[in-house]
């Protein structure tokens, strides 16, 4: 699992073997896990959440997601790097 970078003491990150969905992130307090937290990049250049099976507190989480929208062309660029893919898929 390729960490994108730390916010806080949770971890951002894609879960291998998830290159035919589209670009969305995994956060995890600490160690990666199953039941992170997904954040689904969107066409326009934010996030939505997916699921928080990680129970991230709402605080944290709505902080998560402004630092992810903003680090958006990052990721895209990440995502297509990792999954070796040419162009990434939004959900919305």
Known sequence: MPSLFSIGGYRIF???????EPVHVHVAKGRPTPDATKLWLTSAGG???AHNKGKIPS????????I?????????REWRSYFDVENVSFLV
């Not at 894609?14 to 290159?19: C, T």
């Not at 605080?59 to 402004?66: N, S």
């Not at 992810?68 to 895209?76: E, K, L, S, T």
């Open 47 to 49: 996030c939505v959440l």
């Open 59 to 66: 605080k944290d989480l709505k902080a998560i997601e402004r």
């Open 14 to 20: 894609f879960w291998s073997g998830e290159e035919g």
């Open 68 to 76: 992810v929208a903003a680090q958006h062309d990052m990721i895209c």
